[in-house]
C-alpha cells in the first residue's frame, strides 16, 4: 500500500468512528423527545437493507438500495435476511405481514383491520441501541409498495445525510384506485416549432416516457389513465404512429410499477374534435367498429380498463342517437372489442359533461359538480323521462352491469347512491382540479385541490372505486397540484401545510424548501373558484404591501442552490433546476404587472391624465424581465395556436 492510500485508509476509520458515534448519541435524546429528526443514511457507514428473499418483497429492496446509490449514500451490496443485534449503524427493514417475524424484527406491529385495503402499510423510524432502524411493513406486497413510495416523500436528503422524523405512520387509503390521467394539452395547443411543445409527453423519448410513472407511483398514485385521442389535434399518418409508441412506453413503464392502467377515448369522436360518428347510421357504424378494432389491437392486451365518454366533445343526436341510451352502446360495443383480446378487461362509463344520463334518473339529483364549467347542465331541470325497451335507470339492457359508471369531475352524494341504487361500481373523473388545460399556462393548484378533494365525506371511503387527477403539461412546476392530490386520496384530511412542505423538502432539499414554498405560494393561480386565472389577483394585487412581499420571496429564492451532485427523491422527467427557473421567471413576472398597477392606480388617485397612465405602462412593458421560459412572457402564433391563448404578461400591463 502506497504512502496516499493508507492516509486515505486511516481518514476512512477517522470518518467511520466519527459517524458510528453519531449514530449512538442519537439514543439518549430519542427517549425524551419522540418526533426528533432521526439521521438514517450517510455516505460512511453503509445501510443494512434487511428483507425477505421473495421476489416481490426482494423487488422493493433493490429499490431502495439503487435510491440511496444514486444520491451516493452507503448502502451494503448484500440484502440481509433478518435484523441483526451487533451491527453498527442504520438498518431499514422491508416486510409484509406474511415475513415480519422472520426478519426478527422488534418493533411491535398494529393488528392491520379485516377491512382495511390492501395497501395498508406501518412505516416506523425510531432509534435502537445499535443505529437508527426503519421499518415498512405492508399488509400485502402492494402495501409494502406503498410504504416504499411514502418513505420517498418522508425523507429529507441534504446532500450529506438522509433524515426522517422519528415515529409511526400508519395508513390505510381512502380511495382504492387513485388514478394519474397523463393528458396531451400541449400536442393541441403549442404549434410543432414552439419551445413549449415538450410540455407535451408524447413528443418525449420512449426511455424517458417509460420511466416517466415512476413518479407518479412515489406521489402516492397506483394507477394511470392516458388518453390516444386521435381527433385531439387531429393526428394521422406519422404523428399518430409516434403517439401510439409514446402512450405504450408509458403504460409499460406503469406496470413497471405494478400500476393498474385505464385507456381513455371519446365515444363518438373518432378522427376530429367534434365530430361525431352516428351509432345508427350503417355506414358510420362500420366506420366505427374498425376504429374499435384498431384501437383494440394496439391496447388491449396491455391496460386493464377501458373508459368511454360522449359529451366533451361528441354527443350525437342523429337517427335516434341521444346522451343516455348511446353512451351506453358505444361502451358496450368498445367493451366486447377489447374483450375479444383480453377477457379481463374492465370497463367504465364516464358522463364527464353528460348531464343528460340523469334526465332518466326516477328521483331528482343534484348536479353542482357541473358547474361552472357546463352551467346548461348544472341547471337542468328534467329527470325521471320515461325509458324505451323496458329499461330501468342504468340497468343491464344498453350496457353489462360489470360496467362502472365515472361521475363529473369531484364527489357527488346524489350521483353516487344513485349510481350505487342500480348496482354499479361508482369512479370519478377529475378534471379541471390539478391543472387548467385550456390555455398553455402554468397552473399551480394547492389550494382548490385542498378545497375539492378535502370535502369528501367518510362515507365516500366505501362508495367510490377510484378518483382520477389530470396533469396536461409535462415537465412544468405544477406537479406539486398532482402531489397533494395523490396525498388526499390517501387521506381527504390531510393538512394542506404539512403536504406543501413534504413535497418541497424532498423535492429541492432541506435547505431550499421554505424559499421553494413561498415562491410556489405567491405564484398560485388562486383558489377552487379563481385557479383558472392566468395568474393569481389577490386582493392587495398592485399595492405596497403585496409588492413588497413579492421582493422578499424573491431575494429568499435567490439563495436557492442546487448542486450538480445532488437528486430529488421523485424521479422528475426534468431536471428540477427547470423547476426553480419557471417559478422564478413568474414571480418576477407577476411583481412586474402589480408595480404597473401600483403605479398606475397611484396616477389615477392623484389625477393624473390618460397620457401620463400610458407612458407609466409603456415603460413598464419596456423593462418587462426578459424570460421566455415562461409560457406567458409571449403568446404569439409561434408560442401557442390562436383558440388556447391567454393575455401575456405585456397586454396584462397594457389592461391595467
Not at 254 to 266: G, I, N, P
Request: proline share 5%.
Amino acid at each position: 500500500m502506497n504512502k496516499c492510500a493508507l492516509t486515505i485508509c486511516y481518514v476512512m476509520v477517522i470518518l467511520f468512528l466519527i459517524s458510528t458515534v453519531s449514530y449512538a448519541q442519537q439514543s439518549a435524546s430519542q427517549k425524551t423527545e419522540f418526533n426528533s429528526r432521526l439521521q438514517i443514511a450517510d455516505k460512511i457507514i453503509p445501510v443494512r437493507i434487511v428483507c425477505s428473499p421473495a421476489s416481490e418483497e426482494f423487488e422493493m429492496a433493490q429499490y431502495i438500495t439503487k435510491f440511496l446509490r444514486e444520491r451516493n449514500f452507503a448502502v451494503q451490496s448484500k440484502v440481509a435476511d433478518e435484523l441483526s443485534d451487533s451491527y453498527i449503524g442504520p438498518q431499514w427493514v422491508l416486510a409484509t405481514t406474511n415475513s415480519y417475524k422472520s426478519l426478527k424484527v422488534n418493533v411491535v406491529l398494529p393488528g392491520f383491520p379485516k377491512s382495511g385495503r390492501d395497501e395498508a402499510f406501518v412505516m416506523d423510524s425510531h432509534q435502537s441501541k445499535n443505529g437508527p432502524e426503519v421499518v415498512l411493513v405492508g399488509k400485502s406486497i402492494s402495501g409494502l409498495r406503498a410504504a416504499v413510495a411514502r418513505f420517498i416523500s418522508k425523507v429529507a436528503n441534504d446532500g450529506n445525510a438522509i433524515w426522517i422524523e422519528a415515529g409511526r405512520e400508519e395508513r390505510d387509503p381512502f380511495i382504492k384506485l387513485r388514478i394519474l390521467t397523463a393528458s396531451n394539452a400541449a400536442r393541441r395547443q403549442a404549434p410543432k416549432e414552439s419551445p413549449f411543445r415538450e410540455a407535451d409527453c408524447q413528443t418525449w423519448s420512449l426511455d424517458r416516457l417509460r420511466a416517466y410513472p415512476e413518479m407518479f407511483w412515489q406521489f402516492g398514485y397506483n394507477g394511470m389513465q392516458v388518453d390516444e385521442d386521435r381527433g385531439y389535434g387531429s393526428v394521422s399518418g406519422e404523428d399518430l404512429a409516434r403517439i401510439q409508441n409514446a402512450l405504450k412506453a408509458m403504460i409499460n413503464g406503469a406496470r413497471d410499477y405494478h400500476m393498474f392502467v385505464s385507456l381513455s377515448q371519446w365515444g363518438d369522436c373518432l378522427f376530429n374534435e367534434g365530430e361525431a360518428y352516428c351509432w345508427n347510421d350503417p355506414k358510420q357504424h362500420d366506420v366505427m367498429l374498425s376504429f374499435m378494432g384498431d384501437l383494440a389491437s394496439n391496447y388491449a392486451s396491455i391496460v386493464d380498463n377501458i373508459t368511454i365518454r360522449v359529451g366533451d366533445p361528441g354527443g350525437c343526436t342523429r337517427n335516434g342517437c341521444d346522451f343516455y341510451k348511446t353512451p351506453q352502446q358505444l361502451t358496450t360495443a368498445y367493451l366486447q372489442v377489447f374483450r375479444k383480446i383480453n377477457p379481463d378487461i374492465s370497463g367504465t362509463l364516464s358522463i364527464w359533461a353528460n348531464a343528460g344520463v340523469w334526465k332518466y334518473c326516477p328521483k331528482k339529483v343534484d348536479l353542482s359538480n357541473y358547474a361552472p364549467m357546463f352551467p346548461g347542465q348544472a341547471n337542468q331541470k328534467e329527470y325521471a323521462l320515461p325509458l324505451q325497451d323496458g329499461a330501468s335507470f342504468l340497468d343491464e339492457t344498453y350496457m353489462p352491469k360489470d360496467v362502472s359508471i365515472s361521475i363529473n369531475r369531484f364527489y357527488n352524494t346524489d350521483q353516487v347512491e344513485a349510481i350505487l341504487n342500480t348496482g354499479r361500481i361508482v369512479d370519478i373523473k377529475g378534471w379541471y382540479i390539478a391543472d387548467m388545460e385550456m390555455i398553455n399556462n402554468i397552473c399551480i393548484s394547492m389550494q382548490a385541490v385542498d378545497k375539492i378533494l378535502g370535502k369528501m365525506p367518510d362515507k365516500a371511503r366505501d362508495q367510490v372505486r377510484s378518483q382520477s387527477i389530470e396533469l396536461c403539461f409535462d415537465g412544468w412546476p405544477e406537479i406539486i397540484g398532482q402531489y397533494i392530490a395523490a396525498q388526499k386520496l390517501w387521506n381527504p384530511r390531510f393538512d394542506l401545510e404539512t403536504l406543501k412542505k413534504e413535497y418541497c423538502v424532498a423535492a429541492f432539499g432541506p435547505k431550499n424548501a421554505d424559499a421553494m414554498l413561498s415562491l410556489y405560494e405567491v405564484c398560485e393561480n388562486g383558489d377552487a373558484d379563481t385557479y383558472i386565472l392566468p395568474i393569481p389577483k389577490p386582493s392587495d394585487f398592485g399595492t405596497a404591501d403585496y409588492n413588497a412581499k413579492l421582493r422578499k420571496v424573491l431575494t429568499e429564492a435567490g439563495s436557492v442552490k442546487i448542486a450538480s451532485d445532488w437528486k430529488p427523491n421523485y424521479a422528475f422527467p426534468v431536471p428540477v433546476q427547470k423547476y426553480v427557473d419557471m417559478l422564478n421567471a413568474r414571480a418576477r413576472l407577476i411583481l412586474a404587472v402589480s408595480e404597473a398597477k401600483e403605479k398606475v392606480e397611484a396616477l389615477r388617485k392623484s389625477g393624473g391624465d390618460a397620457n401620463a397612465i400610458e407612458e407609466v405602462k409603456k415603460e413598464a412593458i419596456e423593462s418587462l424581465p426578459v424570460l421566455p421560459i415562461d409560457p406567458l412572457y409571449k403568446q404569439d402564433a409561434s408560442i401557442v395556436h390562436p383558440g388556447f391563448k391567454a393575455p401575456s404578461f405585456t397586454e396584462m400591463i397594457e389592461h391595467l
